[in-house]
């Protein structure tokens, strides 16, 4: 597959997650499957170690539908390399949700820490 494709397939799988209604059990498996699909997919792109693949999956981090840039930022974190103009505009996407008061921020919160420390 594609880098292209496997960038269109990743946008599905965030407007997947974007819809979850959390009282609903398909909802929430069909969630499930999809982040584990975002995974498969940065997993594919980490694999190749193409720094081109990388470089336009990075774009994502641009994409504020669906939250695209928040997925995109923490999977490029956790999985690609990068370089530090792109590790700072993805801590950039994440320290701004983390600010908030939610379970969601403290969430990010810790995530960061866990970042940080290693």
């Not at 946008?11 to 819809?19: A, G, L, M, V, W």
């Not at 701004?96 to 990010?108: I, L, W, Y």
């Amino acid at each position: 597959m594609n880098i292209e494709n496997l960038i269109e397939d990743y946008k599905r799988q965030t407007k997947i997650c974007s819809e979850i209604d959390y009282s609903d059990k398909d909802s929430v498996k069909k969630n499930n499957k999809a982040v584990n699909r975002m995974y498969q997919i940065v997993e594919l792109i980490s694999e190749s170690n193409n720094q081109n693949e990388i470089e336009q999956f990075s774009k994502l981090l641009k994409d504020e539908k669906n939250r695209t840039n928040l997925w995109s930022a923490v999977h490029l974190l956790e999985k690609l390399s990068f370089d530090k103009k792109t590790e700072k505009e993805a801590l950039k996407i994440i320290e701004k949700v983390a600010k908030g008061n939610t379970s969601e921020a403290m969430g990010f919160q810790y995530w960061l820490n866990d970042y940080k420390s290693k």
